[in-house]
Protein backbone atom coordinates (compact mmCIF):
# COMPACT_ATOMS: atom_id res chain seq x y z
CA UNK A 1 0.00 0.00 0.00
CA UNK A 2 1.28 3.45 -0.97
CA UNK A 3 1.60 6.21 1.54
CA UNK A 4 -1.46 8.02 0.59
CA UNK A 5 -3.56 4.47 1.48
CA UNK A 6 -3.75 3.91 -2.16
CA UNK A 7 -3.31 -0.47 -2.65
CA UNK A 8 -0.32 -1.35 -5.31
CA UNK A 9 -1.43 -3.54 -8.03
CA UNK A 10 1.08 -5.04 -10.52
CA UNK A 11 -0.10 -6.38 -13.83
CA UNK A 12 2.39 -9.01 -15.89
CA UNK A 13 0.76 -8.30 -19.39
CA UNK A 14 2.53 -6.49 -22.74
CA UNK A 15 -0.71 -5.77 -24.49
CA UNK A 16 -1.46 -2.06 -24.06
CA UNK A 17 -5.33 -2.44 -24.22
CA UNK A 18 -5.12 -4.89 -21.84
CA UNK A 19 -3.07 -2.47 -19.28
CA UNK A 20 -5.74 0.35 -19.84
CA UNK A 21 -8.60 -1.84 -19.18
CA UNK A 22 -7.42 -3.17 -16.18
CA UNK A 23 -5.52 0.19 -14.85
CA UNK A 24 -9.45 2.02 -15.26
CA UNK A 25 -11.22 -0.80 -13.49
CA UNK A 26 -8.69 -0.82 -10.76
CA UNK A 27 -8.54 2.51 -10.46
CA UNK A 28 -12.20 2.69 -9.68
CA UNK A 29 -11.38 1.20 -6.22
CA UNK A 30 -8.91 2.70 -5.71
CA UNK A 31 -6.11 1.09 -6.68
CA UNK A 32 -2.81 2.27 -8.34
CA UNK A 33 -1.50 0.04 -11.04
CA UNK A 34 1.98 -0.17 -12.78
CA UNK A 35 3.31 -2.39 -15.15
CA UNK A 36 5.89 -5.21 -16.63
CA UNK A 37 5.69 -6.48 -19.91
CA UNK A 38 7.59 -9.97 -19.05
CA UNK A 39 8.60 -12.14 -16.15
CA UNK A 40 12.37 -10.27 -16.18
CA UNK A 41 11.01 -6.97 -15.45
CA UNK A 42 8.55 -8.10 -13.00
CA UNK A 43 11.14 -9.75 -10.95
CA UNK A 44 13.07 -6.76 -11.22
CA UNK A 45 10.24 -4.48 -10.09
CA UNK A 46 10.07 -6.17 -6.78
CA UNK A 47 13.16 -4.97 -5.31
CA UNK A 48 12.32 -1.18 -6.61
CA UNK A 49 9.88 1.37 -4.22
CA UNK A 50 6.61 0.51 -6.02
CA UNK A 51 7.56 -3.18 -5.71
CA UNK A 52 7.49 -3.03 -2.01
CA UNK A 53 4.66 -1.54 -1.87
CA UNK A 54 2.76 -3.80 -3.92
CA UNK A 55 -0.45 -5.41 -2.31
CA UNK A 56 -1.63 -7.74 -5.65
CA UNK A 57 0.01 -9.60 -8.41
CA UNK A 58 -2.08 -9.90 -11.57
CA UNK A 59 -0.89 -12.19 -14.51
CA UNK A 60 -2.16 -12.13 -17.57
CA UNK A 61 -1.54 -15.64 -18.88
CA UNK A 62 -0.44 -14.47 -22.44
CA UNK A 63 3.13 -15.87 -21.95
CA UNK A 64 4.68 -20.05 -22.07
CA UNK A 65 3.11 -22.04 -19.76
CA UNK A 66 6.54 -23.33 -18.81
CA UNK A 67 7.64 -19.39 -18.16
CA UNK A 68 4.18 -18.66 -15.96
CA UNK A 69 4.20 -21.38 -13.44
CA UNK A 70 8.67 -20.64 -13.34
CA UNK A 71 7.35 -16.80 -12.52
CA UNK A 72 5.24 -17.51 -10.48
CA UNK A 73 7.24 -19.83 -8.45
CA UNK A 74 10.30 -16.93 -8.37
CA UNK A 75 7.82 -14.27 -7.15
CA UNK A 76 6.49 -17.11 -4.28
CA UNK A 77 9.57 -17.41 -3.15
CA UNK A 78 11.03 -13.92 -2.83
CA UNK A 79 7.38 -12.65 -1.75
CA UNK A 80 6.26 -15.53 -0.24
CA UNK A 81 2.69 -13.34 0.93
CA UNK A 82 1.88 -11.50 -2.33
CA UNK A 83 -1.21 -12.73 -3.76
CA UNK A 84 -0.72 -13.82 -7.33
CA UNK A 85 -3.77 -13.77 -9.62
CA UNK A 86 -4.09 -15.35 -13.20
CA UNK A 87 -6.12 -14.26 -15.98
CA UNK A 88 -6.68 -16.95 -18.04
CA UNK A 89 -9.04 -17.84 -20.99
CA UNK A 90 -12.28 -19.55 -20.34
CA UNK A 91 -10.92 -22.49 -22.27
CA UNK A 92 -7.73 -23.15 -20.28
CA UNK A 93 -8.71 -23.79 -16.75
CA UNK A 94 -6.06 -26.70 -16.62
CA UNK A 95 -3.74 -24.45 -16.99
CA UNK A 96 -5.21 -22.32 -14.10
CA UNK A 97 -4.88 -25.46 -11.74
CA UNK A 98 -1.43 -25.63 -12.62
CA UNK A 99 -1.06 -21.84 -11.41
CA UNK A 100 -3.09 -22.79 -8.14
CA UNK A 101 0.01 -25.69 -7.69
CA UNK A 102 2.64 -23.13 -8.55
CA UNK A 103 1.47 -20.82 -5.84
CA UNK A 104 -1.55 -18.48 -7.49
CA UNK A 105 -3.99 -17.37 -4.83
CA UNK A 106 -6.51 -17.18 -7.46
CA UNK A 107 -7.70 -16.68 -11.43
CA UNK A 108 -10.17 -14.85 -13.39
CA UNK A 109 -11.10 -15.99 -16.88
CA UNK A 110 -10.97 -13.59 -19.48
CA UNK A 111 -13.04 -11.35 -20.50
CA UNK A 112 -13.03 -10.15 -17.35
CA UNK A 113 -15.95 -8.51 -15.48
CA UNK A 114 -15.40 -5.70 -13.98
CA UNK A 115 -17.19 -6.88 -10.47
CA UNK A 116 -15.34 -10.05 -10.91
CA UNK A 117 -12.08 -8.39 -11.15
CA UNK A 118 -12.67 -5.77 -7.82
CA UNK A 119 -14.04 -8.48 -5.86
CA UNK A 120 -11.03 -10.92 -6.33
CA UNK A 121 -8.42 -8.26 -5.69
CA UNK A 122 -10.76 -7.08 -2.46
CA UNK A 123 -10.58 -10.67 -1.17
CA UNK A 124 -6.76 -11.36 -2.10
CA UNK A 125 -6.04 -8.23 0.15
CA UNK A 126 -8.51 -8.79 3.03
CA UNK A 127 -7.46 -9.16 6.49
CA UNK A 128 -10.34 -11.71 7.07
CA UNK A 129 -8.97 -14.01 4.28
CA UNK A 130 -8.04 -17.54 6.19
CA UNK A 131 -4.52 -18.57 5.45
CA UNK A 132 -3.81 -20.38 2.22
CA UNK A 133 -7.64 -20.12 1.52
CA UNK A 134 -9.18 -19.28 -2.46
CA UNK A 135 -11.99 -16.91 -2.69
CA UNK A 136 -13.60 -16.29 -4.87
CA UNK A 137 -11.59 -19.23 -7.13
CA UNK A 138 -14.44 -22.23 -7.54
CA UNK A 139 -17.15 -19.73 -8.33
CA UNK A 140 -15.80 -19.84 -11.81
CA UNK A 141 -15.65 -23.68 -12.03
CA UNK A 142 -18.64 -24.84 -11.30
CA UNK A 143 -21.58 -24.70 -14.11
CA UNK A 144 -25.29 -23.44 -12.56
CA UNK A 145 -26.98 -26.33 -11.07
CA UNK A 146 -30.93 -27.61 -10.89
CA UNK A 147 -32.83 -27.73 -8.23
CA UNK A 148 -32.27 -31.72 -7.75
CA UNK A 149 -28.78 -31.57 -7.95
CA UNK A 150 -28.89 -29.13 -4.70
CA UNK A 151 -27.53 -30.79 -2.33
CA UNK A 152 -29.01 -30.63 1.39
CA UNK A 153 -31.76 -32.27 3.62
CA UNK A 154 -32.66 -29.97 6.66
CA UNK A 155 -35.98 -28.61 7.44
CA UNK A 156 -34.92 -25.12 6.75
CA UNK A 157 -33.28 -25.67 3.84
CA UNK A 158 -35.47 -27.70 2.29
CA UNK A 159 -38.32 -24.95 2.43
CA UNK A 160 -36.62 -21.91 1.38
CA UNK A 161 -35.87 -24.73 -1.58
CA UNK A 162 -39.07 -25.20 -1.69
CA UNK A 163 -40.04 -21.19 -2.21
CA UNK A 164 -37.81 -20.99 -4.63
CA UNK A 165 -39.03 -23.44 -6.85
CA UNK A 166 -41.96 -22.38 -6.65
CA UNK A 167 -40.82 -18.80 -7.60
CA UNK A 168 -39.21 -19.90 -10.69
CA UNK A 169 -42.92 -20.81 -12.76
CA UNK A 170 -43.95 -17.07 -11.59
CA UNK A 171 -42.86 -13.78 -12.87
CA UNK A 172 -42.48 -11.43 -9.69
CA UNK A 173 -39.56 -10.58 -8.27
CA UNK A 174 -37.23 -12.48 -5.78
CA UNK A 175 -35.48 -11.91 -2.70
CA UNK A 176 -32.97 -14.05 -1.37
CA UNK A 177 -31.73 -13.45 2.16
CA UNK A 178 -28.80 -15.08 3.90
CA UNK A 179 -25.11 -14.63 5.23
CA UNK A 180 -22.56 -14.39 3.06
CA UNK A 181 -21.12 -17.31 1.50
CA UNK A 182 -24.40 -19.41 1.86
CA UNK A 183 -25.38 -19.85 -1.75
CA UNK A 184 -27.60 -16.85 -2.94
CA UNK A 185 -26.02 -16.66 -6.48
CA UNK A 186 -26.14 -20.73 -6.31
CA UNK A 187 -29.81 -20.44 -5.48
CA UNK A 188 -30.70 -17.13 -8.10
CA UNK A 189 -29.16 -19.05 -10.83
CA UNK A 190 -31.16 -22.20 -10.34
CA UNK A 191 -34.35 -19.93 -10.44
CA UNK A 192 -33.44 -18.60 -13.95
CA UNK A 193 -32.44 -22.42 -14.66
CA UNK A 194 -36.04 -23.15 -14.25
CA UNK A 195 -38.01 -20.50 -14.91
CA UNK A 196 -39.72 -20.10 -18.08
CA UNK A 197 -36.38 -17.44 -19.36
CA UNK A 198 -33.90 -20.11 -19.00
CA UNK A 199 -33.25 -19.81 -22.58
CA UNK A 200 -32.52 -15.57 -22.32
CA UNK A 201 -29.88 -14.01 -19.80
CA UNK A 202 -28.82 -14.15 -16.42
CA UNK A 203 -27.29 -10.29 -15.84
CA UNK A 204 -25.25 -10.39 -12.24
CA UNK A 205 -24.65 -7.46 -11.28
CA UNK A 206 -22.41 -7.11 -7.53
CA UNK A 207 -23.85 -4.05 -6.62
CA UNK A 208 -21.03 -3.82 -3.34
CA UNK A 209 -18.80 -4.06 -6.09
CA UNK A 210 -19.46 -0.98 -7.51
CA UNK A 211 -18.44 3.02 -6.93
CA UNK A 212 -21.65 4.14 -5.62
CA UNK A 213 -21.82 7.00 -8.19
CA UNK A 214 -21.40 4.55 -11.31
CA UNK A 215 -24.51 2.41 -9.89
CA UNK A 216 -27.33 4.06 -12.01
CA UNK A 217 -25.84 4.62 -14.83
CA UNK A 218 -24.16 0.61 -14.80
CA UNK A 219 -27.86 -0.16 -14.14
CA UNK A 220 -30.07 1.81 -16.44
CA UNK A 221 -27.24 3.24 -18.86
CA UNK A 222 -26.65 6.38 -20.24
CA UNK A 223 -26.68 8.69 -23.27
CA UNK A 224 -23.00 9.83 -24.66
CA UNK A 225 -22.47 13.44 -22.91
CA UNK A 226 -25.14 12.53 -20.18
CA UNK A 227 -22.40 13.64 -17.21
CA UNK A 228 -18.35 14.14 -17.22
CA UNK A 229 -16.19 11.24 -18.53
CA UNK A 230 -19.65 9.50 -20.58
CA UNK A 231 -18.17 10.09 -23.83
CA UNK A 232 -19.65 6.60 -25.49
CA UNK A 233 -23.19 5.43 -25.00
CA UNK A 234 -23.60 2.72 -22.66
CA UNK A 235 -26.24 -0.21 -22.63
CA UNK A 236 -27.53 -0.48 -19.15
CA UNK A 237 -27.46 -3.61 -17.33
CA UNK A 238 -31.64 -3.91 -17.42
CA UNK A 239 -31.25 -3.71 -21.15
CA UNK A 240 -28.63 -6.40 -21.32
CA UNK A 241 -30.55 -8.83 -19.47
CA UNK A 242 -33.91 -8.41 -21.41
CA UNK A 243 -36.35 -11.20 -21.95
CA UNK A 244 -34.22 -12.55 -18.87
CA UNK A 245 -33.05 -11.93 -15.41
CA UNK A 246 -31.64 -9.15 -13.42
CA UNK A 247 -29.29 -10.66 -9.94
CA UNK A 248 -28.58 -8.25 -7.97
CA UNK A 249 -26.22 -9.21 -5.77
CA UNK A 250 -25.74 -6.84 -2.39
CA UNK A 251 -28.73 -4.75 -3.03
CA UNK A 252 -28.89 -3.43 0.07
CA UNK A 253 -25.97 -1.15 -0.54
CA UNK A 254 -27.94 0.26 -3.64
CA UNK A 255 -27.86 4.32 -3.25
CA UNK A 256 -31.74 5.95 -2.63
CA UNK A 257 -31.32 7.03 -6.87
CA UNK A 258 -31.07 3.44 -7.89
CA UNK A 259 -33.62 2.27 -5.45
CA UNK A 260 -36.13 4.85 -6.68
CA UNK A 261 -35.45 3.95 -10.96
CA UNK A 262 -35.31 0.39 -9.72
CA UNK A 263 -38.90 0.67 -8.09
CA UNK A 264 -39.79 2.43 -11.19
CA UNK A 265 -38.45 -0.12 -13.71
CA UNK A 266 -40.01 -2.94 -11.40
CA UNK A 267 -43.79 -1.07 -11.67
CA UNK A 268 -43.43 0.10 -15.01
CA UNK A 269 -41.34 -2.15 -17.03
CA UNK A 270 -39.41 1.15 -18.50
CA UNK A 271 -36.20 2.77 -17.58
CA UNK A 272 -34.86 6.49 -18.68
CA UNK A 273 -31.25 6.25 -19.14
CA UNK A 274 -29.33 9.26 -17.88
CA UNK A 275 -29.22 11.80 -20.47
CA UNK A 276 -32.27 10.28 -22.63
CA UNK A 277 -34.88 11.73 -23.44
CA UNK A 278 -36.86 8.80 -23.91
CA UNK A 279 -37.76 5.36 -21.49
CA UNK A 280 -37.14 1.50 -23.03
CA UNK A 281 -38.91 -0.81 -22.03
CA UNK A 282 -37.51 -4.26 -20.85
CA UNK A 283 -39.16 -7.21 -20.12
CA UNK A 284 -36.91 -8.84 -17.18
CA UNK A 285 -37.27 -10.53 -13.58
CA UNK A 286 -35.49 -9.02 -11.03
CA UNK A 287 -33.69 -11.80 -8.23
CA UNK A 288 -32.21 -9.31 -4.87
CA UNK A 289 -30.05 -10.88 -2.66
CA UNK A 290 -29.13 -9.39 0.41
CA UNK A 291 -26.46 -10.11 3.04
CA UNK A 292 -28.47 -10.66 6.34
CA UNK A 293 -31.92 -9.39 6.41
CA UNK A 294 -33.05 -6.64 4.55
CA UNK A 295 -35.68 -5.09 7.09
CA UNK A 296 -32.92 -4.11 8.81
CA UNK A 297 -31.66 -1.66 5.95
CA UNK A 298 -35.21 -0.56 6.15
CA UNK A 299 -35.79 -0.12 9.73
CA UNK A 300 -32.19 2.23 9.93
CA UNK A 301 -33.67 4.08 6.79
CA UNK A 302 -30.97 3.05 4.32
CA UNK A 303 -33.34 1.08 2.33
CA UNK A 304 -36.57 2.34 0.69
CA UNK A 305 -39.65 0.26 2.14
CA UNK A 306 -41.67 0.22 -0.93
CA UNK A 307 -39.05 -1.18 -2.86
CA UNK A 308 -38.37 -4.08 0.13
CA UNK A 309 -41.87 -4.99 -0.24
CA UNK A 310 -41.70 -4.64 -4.22
CA UNK A 311 -38.55 -7.23 -3.91
CA UNK A 312 -40.17 -9.69 -1.16
CA UNK A 313 -43.06 -10.75 -3.87
CA UNK A 314 -41.21 -14.22 -3.38
CA UNK A 315 -39.16 -14.36 0.36
CA UNK A 316 -36.46 -16.97 0.90
CA UNK A 317 -33.79 -17.41 4.03
CA UNK A 318 -31.26 -20.03 3.51
CA UNK A 319 -29.07 -21.06 6.70
CA UNK A 320 -25.64 -20.73 7.30
CA UNK A 321 -23.72 -24.02 6.92
CA UNK A 322 -23.27 -23.87 10.70
CA UNK A 323 -27.11 -24.55 10.88
CA UNK A 324 -27.66 -27.45 8.56
CA UNK A 325 -24.36 -28.89 9.60
CA UNK A 326 -25.72 -32.80 9.37
CA UNK A 327 -26.01 -31.28 5.10
CA UNK A 328 -22.00 -31.58 5.01
CA UNK A 329 -20.72 -34.92 4.67
CA UNK A 330 -23.24 -35.21 1.40
CA UNK A 331 -22.87 -31.08 0.13
CA UNK A 332 -18.52 -32.06 0.29
CA UNK A 333 -18.65 -35.36 -1.55
CA UNK A 334 -21.45 -33.54 -4.11
CA UNK A 335 -18.69 -30.62 -4.50
CA UNK A 336 -15.92 -32.56 -4.38
CA UNK A 337 -17.11 -34.63 -7.25
CA UNK A 338 -17.69 -31.27 -9.66
CA UNK A 339 -14.37 -30.05 -8.58
CA UNK A 340 -12.85 -32.97 -9.59
CA UNK A 341 -14.60 -33.10 -13.47
CA UNK A 342 -12.61 -30.02 -14.36
CA UNK A 343 -9.77 -30.21 -16.40
CA UNK A 344 -6.59 -30.87 -14.39
CA UNK A 345 -8.03 -32.54 -11.61
CA UNK A 346 -8.61 -36.09 -10.98
CA UNK A 347 -11.53 -38.12 -9.20
CA UNK A 348 -10.93 -38.15 -5.43
CA UNK A 349 -12.36 -39.95 -2.35
CA UNK A 350 -13.05 -38.41 0.96
CA UNK A 351 -12.16 -40.40 3.68
CA UNK A 352 -13.57 -40.60 7.37
CA UNK A 353 -10.90 -38.26 8.70
CA UNK A 354 -11.78 -35.69 6.82
CA UNK A 355 -15.18 -35.60 7.20
CA UNK A 356 -14.96 -36.19 10.58
CA UNK A 357 -12.98 -32.71 10.65
CA UNK A 358 -15.07 -30.94 7.91
CA UNK A 359 -18.31 -31.34 10.10
CA UNK A 360 -16.84 -30.11 13.02
CA UNK A 361 -15.81 -27.08 11.51
CA UNK A 362 -17.63 -23.94 12.24
CA UNK A 363 -17.76 -22.78 8.62
CA UNK A 364 -17.96 -19.25 8.87
CA UNK A 365 -17.39 -18.44 5.23
CA UNK A 366 -20.47 -21.23 4.96
CA UNK A 367 -21.07 -23.00 1.50
CA UNK A 368 -18.53 -20.99 -0.58
CA UNK A 369 -15.44 -21.70 1.71
CA UNK A 370 -16.60 -25.25 1.94
CA UNK A 371 -16.37 -25.39 -2.06
CA UNK A 372 -13.00 -23.17 -2.14
CA UNK A 373 -11.00 -25.61 0.88
CA UNK A 374 -12.05 -28.46 -1.08
CA UNK A 375 -10.66 -27.09 -4.39
CA UNK A 376 -7.29 -26.09 -2.55
CA UNK A 377 -6.98 -29.41 -1.16
CA UNK A 378 -7.83 -31.39 -4.33
CA UNK A 379 -5.52 -29.30 -6.41
CA UNK A 380 -2.38 -30.01 -3.87
CA UNK A 381 -3.69 -33.39 -2.65
CA UNK A 382 -0.86 -36.29 -4.10
CA UNK A 383 -3.01 -39.77 -2.83
CA UNK A 384 -6.31 -41.02 -3.94
CA UNK A 385 -8.78 -39.52 -1.41
CA UNK A 386 -8.66 -36.64 0.66
CA UNK A 387 -7.60 -36.91 4.65
CA UNK A 388 -7.72 -34.62 7.91
CA UNK A 389 -4.54 -33.86 7.18
CA UNK A 390 -4.96 -32.07 3.37
CA UNK A 391 -7.08 -29.28 5.30
CA UNK A 392 -4.36 -28.11 7.71
CA UNK A 393 -6.16 -24.80 7.54
CA UNK A 394 -9.31 -25.85 8.75
CA UNK A 395 -7.82 -27.86 11.46
CA UNK A 396 -5.60 -25.30 13.03
CA UNK A 397 -8.81 -22.89 12.87
CA UNK A 398 -11.07 -26.11 13.86
CA UNK A 399 -11.26 -26.54 18.26
CA UNK A 400 -9.47 -29.47 18.69
CA UNK A 401 -12.00 -30.37 21.44
CA UNK A 402 -15.24 -30.27 19.21
CA UNK A 403 -13.27 -31.93 16.85
CA UNK A 404 -12.48 -34.80 19.10
CA UNK A 405 -15.79 -34.75 20.40
CA UNK A 406 -17.43 -35.15 16.67
CA UNK A 407 -14.94 -37.77 16.25
CA UNK A 408 -16.11 -39.74 18.97
CA UNK A 409 -19.61 -40.02 18.43
CA UNK A 410 -19.20 -40.72 14.75
CA UNK A 411 -17.25 -43.81 16.28
CA UNK A 412 -19.36 -44.67 18.56
CA UNK A 413 -23.12 -44.47 16.92
CA UNK A 414 -21.93 -44.21 13.19
CA UNK A 415 -21.22 -46.14 10.31
CA UNK A 416 -18.43 -46.41 9.08
CA UNK A 417 -18.83 -46.16 5.02
CA UNK A 418 -15.50 -45.74 3.87
CA UNK A 419 -12.17 -47.11 4.07
CA UNK A 420 -8.79 -45.27 4.98
CA UNK A 421 -7.60 -45.16 0.87
CA UNK A 422 -11.09 -43.32 0.06
CA UNK A 423 -13.30 -46.17 -1.08
CA UNK A 424 -16.10 -47.32 0.08
CA UNK A 425 -16.35 -50.63 2.20
CA UNK A 426 -17.88 -53.87 1.22
CA UNK A 427 -21.95 -54.14 1.90
CA UNK A 428 -21.61 -56.88 3.80
CA UNK A 429 -19.36 -55.16 6.11
CA UNK A 430 -21.36 -52.14 6.72
CA UNK A 431 -24.67 -53.94 6.54
CA UNK A 432 -23.10 -56.10 10.17
CA UNK A 433 -22.48 -52.66 11.63
CA UNK A 434 -25.80 -51.60 11.11
CA UNK A 435 -27.28 -54.89 12.71
CA UNK A 436 -24.52 -54.65 15.30
CA UNK A 437 -25.76 -50.85 15.64
CA UNK A 438 -29.16 -51.63 15.92
CA UNK A 439 -28.74 -54.43 18.52
CA UNK A 440 -27.10 -52.01 20.66
CA UNK A 441 -30.06 -49.61 20.28
CA UNK A 442 -32.67 -51.80 21.10
CA UNK A 443 -30.97 -53.39 23.86
CA UNK A 444 -30.78 -57.05 22.18
CA UNK A 445 -34.88 -56.65 21.66
CA UNK A 446 -34.52 -58.21 18.36
CA UNK A 447 -38.23 -58.09 18.06
CA UNK A 448 -38.14 -54.89 17.77
CA UNK A 449 -34.49 -54.34 16.22
CA UNK A 450 -36.27 -56.36 12.91
CA UNK A 451 -39.15 -54.56 12.76
CA UNK A 452 -36.84 -51.50 12.78
CA UNK A 453 -34.81 -52.50 10.22
CA UNK A 454 -37.73 -53.61 8.13
CA UNK A 455 -36.57 -57.36 8.05
CA UNK A 456 -38.90 -60.74 9.60
CA UNK A 457 -37.04 -62.51 12.91
CA UNK A 458 -36.25 -65.94 10.51
CA UNK A 459 -34.14 -62.91 8.48
CA UNK A 460 -32.74 -61.65 10.75
CA UNK A 461 -31.34 -64.30 12.89
CA UNK A 462 -30.20 -65.71 9.05
CA UNK A 463 -28.03 -63.04 9.13
CA UNK A 464 -26.99 -63.03 11.79
CA UNK A 465 -25.44 -66.64 11.48
CA UNK A 466 -24.38 -65.50 8.20
CA UNK A 467 -22.21 -62.32 9.17
CA UNK A 468 -20.79 -64.35 12.09
CA UNK A 469 -22.29 -61.43 14.71
CA UNK A 470 -23.77 -62.23 18.55
CA UNK A 471 -27.58 -61.23 19.60
CA UNK A 472 -25.18 -59.34 22.65
CA UNK A 473 -23.42 -57.54 19.79
Known sequence: MTPTGMRMLMLIDDEPAQQRLVSALAARAGWRTIFANDSETAIAMLGTRDGMMLDVVLLDHNMPSVEALALIREIKARRHKL??????????????????????????????????????LDVATSDTLSPGELRPLTEKLSAPLRFEEIVGSTPRFRTAMAVAA????????????????????????????????????????????????LIR??????????????????????????????????????????????????????????????????DVRVIAAVNGRLEDSVKTGRFDP????????????????????????????????????????R???????????????????????LQNVLFRAAVLCEGDALTAADFPHIANQANRQSFREVARIQHQAGVTLYL?????????????????????QYRGRMTEVARRLGIGRSTLYRKLTDLGISEVA
Not at 89 to 100: E, F, L, R, T
Not at 171 to 197: F, Q
Not at 321 to 345: F, K, N, T, V, Y
Not at 348 to 369: C, E, F, K
Open 83 to 120: PILMLTPVSDVGMAVDAMRAGATDFLVKPIAPERLLAA
Open 166 to 213: KAARARPPVLIEGDPGVGKEMVAEAIHAASPRAKRPLVTVNCAALPAN
Open 217 to 282: SHLFGHEKGAFAGAFTRHIGKIADADGGTLFLDDVQVLPLEAQIGLLGFINTGFVRPAGARMTLGA
Open 306 to 345: ILAQKLAAFQLVIPTLHERSADIPALARHLLARICSQPGL
Open 347 to 369: DLGLTDSALALLSGYSWPGNVRQ
Open 420 to 440: PDGNIRPLEDIEADVIRLAIG
